[in-house]
């Protein structure tokens, strides 16, 4: 399969109670930082099927329909990523796009590329995340959440 020129990360949440959630954040194998499920498209995927995928691939969790598409999008340098000698040598950098996702279950089997699972408070999973483009995803999923609530 060949790597799509797009990435993609998915925030877990589950309610906690009415008002309240618990993102899912996941530490790396070989790296010590911390992340939602990311991955990058496949083929002719669209980011919401590289999304599905990812999850399925790196917690067990089937998205169905649940996925919620967010604003937030990144930009990641192209030189980052292997397996993409058949990308244009113009291509600089990529979009990183971000979901959200509700689930009825804490319980993940994690893939090899991960070594750990914490389910946090909203302030908490924001501290520990590592990439700045995971923490405006996921300050943009708790704001359309509280605003779904009211």
Same mark, same amino acid.
């Given at each position: 399969?060949?790597?799509? =020129? &797009? /990435?993609?990360?998915?925030?877990? !949440?589950?309610?906690? $109670?009415? $008002? ?5 954040? &996941?530490? %790396? ?5 911390? /992340? ?10 669209? =980011?919401?099927?590289?999304?599905? %995928?990812? #999850? ?20 990641? =340098?192209?030189?980052? &990523?292997?397996?993409? *000698?058949?990308?244009? $040598?113009?291509? !600089? ?12 279950? *804490? ?22 995340? #590592? ?15 509280? #605003?779904?609530?009211?």
């Amino acid at each position: 399969m060949a790597r799509a =020129p &797009f /990435q993609v990360i998915v925030l877990l !949440f589950l309610h906690e $109670n009415a $008002n309240e959630r618990l993102y899912a954040v &996941f530490r %790396r194998s070989k790296h010590d930082m911390w /992340q939602a499920v990311s991955g990058g498209g496949e083929d002719s995927e669209t =980011p919401a099927e590289a999304a599905m %995928r990812e #999850t399925l691939e790196e917690t067990g969790i089937v998205a169905g329909d649940g996925l919620i598409a967010l604003d937030s999008q990144a930009s990641i =340098p192209a030189a980052v &990523f292997s397996g993409t *000698a058949h990308w244009p $040598n113009d291509l !600089f950098v990529v979009p990183e796009y971000a979901f959200g996702l509700s689930v009825t279950d *804490a319980a993940i089997q994690l893939s090899d590329e991960h070594r750990e699972v914490a389910w946090l408070s909203f302030h908490e999973a924001h501290e520990r995340l #590592t990439w700045d483009s995971n923490k405006v995803a996921l300050w943009e999923l708790e704001q359309r959440l509280k #605003t779904r609530r009211q």
